[in-house]
């Protein structure tokens, strides 16, 4: 079964202070992704990467950036948080090309910004 | 951007059928997904369509796709109180990004209570 580990299922942070969110996966998958999940607005894509040091920028990457220095790490980093950025942010992982798309999602980091 | 809209909620008495409804803007979509969320936990792809398809069928569920109308549909028969659940409808297009089709776009999601 493919696994995929969210180190922080929950964090409380204050404003300005620097957010890391850690995302594992086991099966060797090329893609990887950030979404953070809002009442209302279901899920939106923040950054993917799609192989070691490559990134790509979603629908709402302000605010945001990410680290990919081995293929079965991505990292989401807040530089700076703000109250607004309070959500829970999703990890998931797929593999490349030539295949139906699934995403096999973390069970999700809940983050509070005070 | 690609949009993909569905409803809130949706309320459904145990033993009934529920009905969860999708529509998206992608005409050039691939593959349609449905994933379920339970409390607490992650989503969990329940089944997909590929867009050459107009319905599937698994167990319970029954998929339709109406690519006409870019609306699909998840029928779940005999809802049972573990259906509860949010349940996402996703599209994945043939466009944009430089390694390919890699992204998929979610809906809202649809609040699943079940009535005892």
């Known amino acids: 079964d493919v696994k995929v580990t969210q180190s922080s299922r929950y964090l409380v942070k204050r404003t300005g202070e620097k957010v890391f969110l850690e995302c594992v996966q086991d099966?060797?998958?090329?893609?990887m992704f950030w979404y953070r999940q809002d009442p209302g607005l279901g899920l939106r894509l923040i950054y993917f990467s799609y192989d070691v040091k490559m990134k790509e920028k979603g629908d709402i990457p302000e605010g945001y950036s990410v680290s990919r220095e081995k293929k079965e790490r991505f990292s989401l980093i807040l530089e700076s948080a703000s109250t607004n950025q309070t959500s829970m942010y999703l990890c998931?992982?797929?593999?490349?090309?030539?295949?139906?798309?699934?995403?096999?999602f973390g069970e999700g980091s809940r983050l509070t910004v005070l | 951007g690609e949009d993909v809209e569905q409803s809130l909620f949706l309320s459904v008495r145990e033993g009934d059928s529920s009905v969860i409804n999708c529509t998206y803007t992608d005409s050039s979509s691939t593959y349609l997904y449905w994933y379920k969320q339970e409390p607490g936990a992650g989503l969990q792809l329940l089944t997909y369509?590929?867009?050459?398809?107009d319905m599937k069928q698994d167990q319970r569920l029954t998929v339709l796709l109406n690519k006409k109308d870019k609306h699909l549909s998840l029928r779940i028969a005999d809802t049972q109180t573990g259906d509860s659940a949010i349940y996402f409808c996703?599209?994945?297009?043939?466009?944009?990004?430089?390694?390919?089709?890699?992204?998929?776009?979610f809906g809202t999601g649809t609040r699943l209570t079940i009535i005892p």
């Open positions: 369509i590929f867009s050459n398809m």
């Open positions: 099966m060797d998958h090329e893609n």
């Open positions: 998931a992982s797929s593999l490349g090309l030539a295949n139906t798309g699934e995403l096999f």
């Open positions: 996703a599209e994945r297009g043939a466009l944009l990004s430089a390694f390919g089709n890699e992204k998929l776009t």
